[in-house]
């Protein structure tokens, strides 16, 4: 008789799919003052290392070179778009604009997200519905984050005052880190990898803390492993300080 086959081996079981743990990403803002050249540098790194992030800028409007310092290209936050800038600055002087990197920022921009937004008009807890195509959106849709990074002292100041003011409606903690990234195309590269690196640093703290505690009360900004994620933020900053000695930064625990 013809022999039998043996059956064939069975498929190879699916691969695990990551914990919750595994898969844990902080929440990030970025700001700067015009929410166009180091918080969108910093939001487009973040984003493509898949953290959930948003961005700002605490200006009273965008302000973008001019043909002059005196003669700078003004815009209102929230109803610009960055494709409206570009297409305006493009059709008004496209070789200047070019050359000092402005239609290429705007061009990066338009990408992201559809204009520039403002710090003080935002509104911690509102769902960002309308925000669903900005790279990052994915786990920013509630509104909230955990850690708001500015680029320059000023906004941190701005940032933190409007903080104090708004009376901490949501009693939820919020750390506020300013990194000192000087505004031109070059040093917010510079300043965007730095970000980023200390991005990774403070999340790889905040899975260490829920994997101890399992993450209770996390989403609401308490339990105690959120509490130890907190308190070790300083000592995080001062060794990310160590690598990144030029970029001088400040920190406090806020409340949104």
């Given at each position: ?25 902080l ?85 992201i ?24 959106s ?8 955990d ?41 917010a ?59 001088p ?8």
């Open positions: 008789m013809p022999s039998i086959p043996p059956p064939p081996p069975p498929p190879p079981p699916p691969p695990e799919s990551p914990t919750e743990t595994e898969s844990f990403k929440k990030f803002c970025t700001v700067c003052a015009s929410n166009n050249n180091r918080s969108m540098e910093s939001h487009l790194r973040l984003s493509k290392a898949n953290y959930p992030v948003i961005s700002f800028g605490t200006g009273s409007q965008v302000r973008l070179p001019g043909p002059s310092i005196s003669q700078p290209n003004v815009y209102d936050f929230n109803t610009t778009s960055y494709d409206t800038m570009y297409r305006e600055l493009e059709t008004q002087d496209p070789r200047l604009y070019r050359a000092n990197g402005i239609l290429n920022m705007l061009n990066r921009n338009r990408e997200k559809w204009g520039p937004e403002r710090w003080q008009d935002w509104r911690p807890g509102f769902p960002r519905l309308e925000h669903e195509k900005d790279q990052g994915a786990g920013a849709e509630g509104g909230v984050v850690v708001v990074i500015t680029c320059e002292e000023r906004c941190w100041d701005a940032v933190v005052d409007d903080l104090q003011n708004r009376g901490s409606p949501l009693a939820r903690p919020v750390h506020v880190i300013n990194v000192d990234i000087r505004d031109n195309h070059e040093e590269f510079v300043g965007g990898g730095a970000i980023l690196d200390l991005a990774d640093s403070l999340n790889k703290a905040a899975k260490e803390e829920r994997e101890e505690d399992g993450g209770i009360g996390w989403d609401q900004g308490k339990g105690k492993g959120r509490e130890c994620f907190d308190e070790r933020v300083p000592s995080i900053l001062a060794e990310w300080q160590g690598r990144w000695p030029h970029l930064a400040l920190w406090t625990l806020g409340w949104l």
